[in-house]
Nanobody, 123 residues
Framework: QVQLVESGGGSVQAGGSLRLSCAAS?????RGWFRQAPGKEREGVAG???????TYAESVKGRFTISQDNDRKTLYLQMNSLNVEDSAMYYC????????????????????WGQGTQVTVSS
């Protein structure tokens, strides 16, 4: 069992930036960030596979960047040019299987989840 702990959420004005971090207690191959706003389904934001290949939701391309430490223990999500629609609870996810980047915006591919960190963007 791998424990995931997110941090870095908070409140920011539109146009601002935040950097989320996710510390893992063990090694995993596939990792991603998801978000869920009230009344909406959980959606994939960004994913990174075992080879370092990444994928992004269309709504965040060019604004968000997913990255990880060399030891793959800490995952990051740099979020720039935030807008009100980015407000949500953000979750870190990981899986011990080697999924291709193609699948990493699908929450069903992940068996480990963090508790979430809230991001609120005001206009």
């Amino acid at each position: 069992q791998v424990q995931l702990v997110e941090s870095g959420g908070g409140s920011v004005q539109a146009g601002g930036s935040l950097r989320l971090s996710c510390a893992a207690s063990g090694y995993t191959y596939s990792r991603g960030w998801f978000r869920q706003a009230p009344g909406k389904e959980r959606e994939g934001v960004a994913g990174i596979d075992a080879d370092g290949l990444t994928t992004y939701a269309e709504s965040v391309k060019g604004r968000f960047t997913i990255s990880q430490d060399n030891d793959r223990k800490t995952l990051y999500l740099q979020m720039n040019s935030l807008n009100v629609e980015d407000s949500a609870m953000y979750y870190c996810a990981a899986d011990s299987r080697k999924w291709s980047w193609i699948f990493l915006l699908n929450p069903s591919r992940f068996n480990f989840w963090g508790q979430g960190t809230q991001v609120t963007v005001s206009s």
